[in-house]
């Protein structure tokens, strides 16, 4: 019996899987890369929501009230843009 295109993908990714040492995958310096990319973004969005309120009082937005309703649509228009993308 033959096996479907589905199924022998499936099998290879559990044969590939069982395969994987975690010596290998802290000698591999692709892991490194994506550690350093993925810290590198965290860090930029946390730096960015956290200096959001300082730039727009340094802008001209006085009142804290303001501030926080600018701050909460740039996230609003963020979460949003991303489920569009996705």
């Avoid at 990319?37 to 937005?61: E, H």
């Avoid at 009230?65 to 489920?83: E, M």
């Amino acid at each position: 019996m033959r096996m479907t295109k589905a199924a022998e993908v499936s099998q290879h990714a559990i044969k590939v899987r069982s395969q994987v040492r975690l010596g290998d995958l802290l000698t591999n310096p692709r892991i490194y890369m994506m550690l350093a990319v993925f810290c590198s973004v965290f860090t930029a969005l946390n730096a960015v929501g956290f200096w959001i309120p300082s730039l727009l009082r340094q802008v001209g937005v006085h009142q804290i009230s303001d501030i926080g309703c600018i701050s909460d649509a740039i996230s609003l228009y963020t979460a949003i843009g991303i489920r569009l993308i996705r």
